[in-house]
């Protein structure tokens, strides 16, 4: 069983292979990687039966798995798309798993563990795991159900999901850390407007660019940050330092670069490609 177990590992890692003589950075990196695959954990047993987020135990075709522990606000930006390159049977299990627990709860997976939604992270970032995927070249799961179930999660009515839609912001009167919300709801919905494209889904493609372009109506070009707004006024008295409710584990320094869906707008709206590599030196700097 050992031996069995080194080789398994021994197979994962070196699916990279670094060049070194230094043989603690060598360490320093494989040990990083063998944490990369701590989770998603196997969550069905050696029979394919599950539980599921309905508490109903499901039975598996042969050979498919079920996963559990997406702690998607944590892994969407590095760790998914890493899998791509290194877990890509895996990834469309994660895909797969993602849409049974649709099936189970008509909502993808925010932050779950076994078989419970925790909801304590913000966005909806299954859908730039599965967008990431399909753009890749990874299609083995049902890309129309997918999408399906991207824009339904979109216009659920909570987390002022709505508010963001007809708005084009969220006010901080109305949800908790709107300033992350917002401009990470528009990241998703770029993805997902991604995906509509290439599946030749222009009405969808259409509708979510433009709800992918809110993140302009809480920049505040006076300070030249991404500030919480209270219906038609600033919140203030602000000071970009402060963590406070507008932000998630955040603040204004940290999330007021978070356009990654469009660069080139911020640059634009920022002043231009000085004045934005100023912004980033003085958040360093600061």
């Known amino acids: ?34 944490h ?8 069905s047993d050696v029979d394919g039966r599950y539980r599921g987020h309905d508490q109903k135990i499901h039975q598996l075709e042969e050979g498919e798995r079920h996963y559990t522990v997406f ?27 993602m849409l049974r627990m649709y099936d189970e709860r008509n909502d993808l997976p925010v932050w779950e ?3 419970c939604e925790t909801e304590c992270m913000i966005g909806y970032h299954s859908v730039s795991v599965i967008a990431d995927a ?19 999660t979109s216009k659920l009515d909570e987390w002022a ?35 509509a494209n290439k599946m030749g889904e222009s009405v969808i493609y259409e509708e979510y660019m433009g709800r992918s372009l809110n993140f302009v109506n809480l920049y505040d070009p006076s300070s030249k940050f991404m500030r919480a ?14 963590v406070n409710f507008n932000y998630t584990e955040a603040n204004a320094w940290q999330y007021s670069l978070f356009v990654p869906q469009d660069i080139s707008g911020h640059i634009k709206l920022m002043g231009g490609a000085r004045n934005y590599e100023q912004h980033l030196d003085n958040m360093f700097n600061a």
């Not at 050992?2 to 292979?17: G, M, R």
């Not at 702690?71 to 798993?97: A, G, K, M, N, V």
């Not at 969220?170 to 300033?179: H, K, L, R």
């Open 113 to 115: 563990l076994a078989a």
């Open 229 to 242: 707004r209270r219906g038609a006024q600033w919140f203030g008295p602000f000071d970009p330092s402060e």
């Open 161 to 195: 999901k709505k508010e963001f839609a007809n708005q084009g912001f969220i006010s901080s009167d109305q949800e908790a850390e709107s300033v992350s919300k917002t401009l990470e709801y528009a990241y998703d919905d770029f993805c997902i407007a991604q995906m």
């Open 134 to 152: 399909y753009m890749k070249g990874y299609n083995n799961f049902d890309i129309t159900k997918a999408l399906d179930a991207m824009v339904h």
């Open 1 to 34: 069983v050992k031996n069995e177990t080194s080789a398994k590992w021994n197979k994962e890692l070196s699916k990279i292979q670094i060049e070194t003589t230094d043989t603690e950075k060598e360490k320093v990196f494989y040990t990083a990687l063998y």
């Open 36 to 43: 990369c695959f701590i989770a998603p954990n196997l969550a």
């Open 71 to 97: 702690s998607l606000w944590d892994t969407y930006r590095t760790l998914h798309p890493l899998f791509t390159l290194i877990q890509p049977e895996r990834t469309e299990e994660f895909i797969r798993t």
